[in-house]
């Protein structure tokens, strides 16, 4: 072979290889870029929650099925709840999906998907407790979770009702079941399931402190507004054609997609 030959020879080969490196780097990009990375706590029963080492829940399965249907892998990334707004904040995360409420302060933040469940927020206090409304809790001290809209709800419903923060649910839960604090506030479908699924000697009191629209939230750049738009109109297809029930059946045992 001459040498204008083997020069010709090793400059296709040098190409070729140049050209198999790029596409395996597009591909990557590709799938990459088919990837949403969602937040949730993964110790948030019945939203986010693991069982034999599997994340599950709720709004975990809203997202899952969204996902899925949009033709979108699913990264999940777990951690405390003010953790991941902070995550979110930074660009780490893609979005935040575990009970999230909408609310004015969060869309001057976030992109938010249309809601998937509509949750009032309320007050469960031991079953043996004289307490029988949410009023009769001012003066008393009720736990809630840090970074939780719940707080502002229920101040905002009484001011006179004291707060003290916790990291987490089962922190909150804890502090109402050794007797130091007189209740703990959450949503009312997240309350009654809790109260089944652990057995716990509580009663909800009657009425709401507020309702709240629950939704994903994701980053209010042009990627983020782009997703939320997409996994909106995943939202209204699974409410229409009865999924969103059925998943809200099987973890609060009735339908929380009724507005």
Known sequence: MSKLGKLT????????GISAGVGILQTKASAASKTV???STGVSYPSSFKSNGKLK?????????ASKRLGYKVK???ADFDGLLGSLDSGKIDAVANDVAVTTERQQKYAF????????????VSKDSKLKTLKDLEGKTVAAVVASNNIKSLQNYDSKIKIKTYETRDQAYAALNSGKVAG???TRPILSATIKQKKLDWKILKGNAAENKVAIAFSKDAKGKKLAKQYSKEIKEMKKDGTL???????????????
Do not use: M
């Not at 020879?9 to 070729?16: E, H």
């Not at 829940?57 to 099925?65: A, L, P, S, T």
């Not at 998907?113 to 469960?124: F, H, K, N």
């Open 9 to 16: 020879k090793l400059v296709l080969v040098t190409v070729l």
């Open 37 to 39: 990375t969602f937040g």
């Open 57 to 65: 829940g709720f709004d975990v399965e809203v997202v899952n099925k």
């Open 76 to 78: 999940w990334v777990n």
């Open 113 to 124: 998907t249309t809601p998937y469940s509509y949750d009032p927020t309320a007050v469960a």
């Open 184 to 186: 703990v506030v959450n």
């Open 245 to 259: 029930a059925k998943l809200s059946k099987k973890y609060y045992g009735y339908d929380t997609s009724k507005n």
